[in-house]
């Protein structure tokens, strides 16, 4: 499926400026568009190529005027090979089980995904039971007719779970969950490293991991990922990220805020 990068970002309308997710002294904004009929495996891959994410049934990026911190984030999957500290995390891990589903909502996520939220990003999604699980249905849940999830439980006890959107050569992270009480055993990580392996075994070439905004607190982990690469914006060409990054912190700071300041 052959679409022009420019013609089809300049087609898109964007949103006015609100507050930062990430960094909320900036302000940002996306492109994006919603999309309520099933699409070709093969639109899925132009759009994750093209550095596009997905929440429900809206599939956006960032725009914004001042700030371009927000990296789109892939590992090549042929050329993705376990370290050593990947070994240790399935030593670790080897207790539990792991399985693949189709998309769906049952009582054991709710109550792993208020416990989540409320440990991890409190007041992000709401306060009450019911706008976090709102936000749950709608980010994971609607728009996910092309997803699989990935499950791991240990004697039953559901402990993490993954939500993965499925093109036909390219499958992109869409948020996990994991048990915040089980920090020993870095239930996100493993999740990762699990559906890379996953993807790379069923025959897919790339493995989109969001968004990698360098030295972001909750953002930066994924500079760890390797071998990987980051999307051009200016171009839409995709580069090793040890030759993109230096001239990209170069002309934008550590903190991708030079041009703030400015």
Known sequence: M????????????ET??????????????????????NIPLEGLDVLFRFGFRRSGNFFYRTNCSSCSHC?????????????????RLEKINSDLGLKTSLPQIDSNKENLYLRYQRSRHKGIHGESDFEILETMKYQMYVGSENSL??????????????????GKET???VYSVYDPEESKRSLGNFLILSSILWAKENGFKEFQLGLFLPGHPKMDYKKNWKPSEILNRDTGVWKKSESFLPDYILENGPNGDKRINT
């Open 71 to 87: 990296l789109s984030y892939r590992i090549p999957l042929e050329n993705f090979e376990k370290t050593s500290s990947h070994k």
């Open 149 to 166: 999830e990935l499950l791991l439980s240990k004697d039953e006890n559901l402990l993490g779970w993954i939500l993965l959107d499925i």
């Open 16 to 37: 006015p400026e609100s507050e930062c997710s990430y960094y909320p002294e900036r302000r940002s904004k996306v492109k994006g568009f919603i999309l309520r009929e």
């Open 2 to 13: 052959q679409i022009d990068y420019f013609q089809f970002l300049n087609s898109l309308p």
């Open 171 to 173: 499958v992109s992270a």
